[in-house]
């Protein structure tokens, strides 16, 4: 079984930075790509980055050179830093994870950009 919890969101000031972790309290096996997406309100689901078991990884280019994602397989755990951070980076954050064809979710964690 797969459980994925995020943690790290809260508000932060244009130009700030967070650090946003996804610990699986499940199992790791079969688990491929592992990413963070994030949805404003009537908005869909976007992908923000991914990356895989390798470190391999994918970015958005709305976020490419100012969010990082990194992965801590013996941890569990997934991370994204985002630094200089933009009011349009306010969204609900979900972690997510991919066994064969099956997608998992996390709950999301808020993160809001403004003075």
Same mark, same amino acid.
């Given at each position: 079984?797969?459980?994925?919890? =995020?943690?790290? &969101?809260?508000?932060?000031?244009?130009?700030?930075?967070? /650090?946003?972790?996804? /610990?699986?309290?499940?199992?790791?096996?079969?688990? &491929?790509? +592992?990413?963070? %997406? *994030?949805? =404003?309100? =009537?908005? =869909?689901?976007?992908?923000? $980055?991914?990356?895989?078991?390798?470190?391999?990884?994918?970015? #958005? !280019?709305?976020?490419?050179?100012?969010?990082?994602?990194?992965? !801590?397989?013996?941890?569990?755990?997934?991370?994204?830093? +985002? !630094?200089?951070?933009?009011?349009? !980076?306010?969204?609900?954050?979900?972690?997510? #994870? $991919? *066994?064969?064809?099956?997608? %998992?979710?996390? *709950?999301?964690?808020?993160?809001?950009?403004?003075?």
């Amino acid at each position: 079984q797969v459980q994925l919890v =995020e943690s790290g &969101g809260g508000l932060v000031q244009p130009g700030g930075s967070l /650090r946003l972790s996804c /610990r699986n309290s499940g199992s790791m096996s079969g688990i &491929g790509i +592992m990413g963070w %997406y *994030r949805q =404003e309100p =009537e908005k =869909e689901r976007e992908l923000v $980055a991914s990356i895989t078991r390798s470190g391999a990884q994918n970015y #958005a !280019d709305s976020v490419k050179g100012r969010f990082t994602i990194s992965r !801590d397989n013996a941890a569990k755990s997934i991370y994204l830093q +985002m !630094d200089s951070l933009k009011p349009e !980076d306010t969204a609900v954050y979900y972690c997510n #994870a $991919a *066994r064969s064809l099956v997608l %998992y979710w996390g *709950r999301g964690t808020q993160v809001t950009v403004s003075l």
